[in-house]
């Protein structure tokens, strides 16, 4: 099992570009988690799927836009690139719920210039 | 707003030490979670204890929790190197959506 995976691991970008950070789980869990990282900083929580289906906003959701593309696949999108962005995203997984384990991926750094 | 805030914010021990890593939170919480994040790498579980608990123990992890003070402690014996790593606790309140909420961490040097 690969567990949680995550795509592209390192990404630049210019103010204003967009792009799709991609995360898959082959572990058959029904939540999924985005959180972004700062330096110095614990977890912030972006946005999560309970389940299949279901997407809600966490504590930073702004910017930001998100596709439960299946039940493996929970997918982050920056429409509009902004410095302010620049940080490690870690995609999480758990069987049901935030309440039990979270598997995290590797993460992606992203730079917006 | 973060819930948990870890103290010391930083720890530098000899191997063979322990360790001891405080967690206080502030709401009331139905769990509260450690992991541990190596540089540059994703976190990694290490315990989970339960409101109702008030020690667990894994391996060379000992973590408890006092839910009148409303705090954790993280507990790692004879110490490694391998063990430097940030340590993070997070919670889950009772009240609201269900989110982990994480706090800053403490990152923990281990001397050789």
């Known amino acids: 099992n690969a567990g949680v995976t995550q795509t592209p691991k390192f990404q630049v970008l210019k103010t204003g570009q967009s792009m799709t950070l991609q995360c898959a789980q082959d572990m058959n869990h029904n939540s999924m988690y985005w959180y972004r990282q700062d330096p110095g900083m614990g977890l912030r929580l972006i946005y999560y799927?309970?389940?299949?289906?279901?997407?809600d906003k966490g504590e930073v959701p702004n910017g930001y836009n998100v596709s439960r593309l299946n039940k493996r696949e929970f997918s982050l999108r920056l429409e509009s690139a902004a410095p302010s962005q620049t940080s490690v995203y870690f995609c999480a997984s758990s069987v049901q719920g935030a309440g039990e384990t979270q598997y995290f991926g590797p993460g992606t750094r992203l730079l917006v210039l | 707003s973060q819930q948990g805030e870890e103290d010391p914010q930083a720890l530098s021990i000899q191997e063979g030490e322990n360790a001891t890593m405080n967690c206080s939170y502030k709401t009331s919480i139905n769990n509260l979670q450690w992991y541990r994040q190596n540089s540059g790498r994703g976190l990694v579980h290490l315990i989970l204890i339960r409101s109702n608990e008030r020690e667990k123990h894994s391996g060379r992890l000992r973590v408890t929790l006092d839910t009148s003070k409303k705090s954790s402690s993280l507990l790692i014996t004879a110490s490694r190197a391998a063990d430097t790593a940030s340590y993070f606790c997070a919670t889950v309140k009772i009240q609201g959506a269900q989110k982990l909420v994480f706090g800053q961490g403490t990152r923990l040097t281990i001397n050789p």
């Open positions: 799927s309970a389940s299949e289906g279901t997407t």
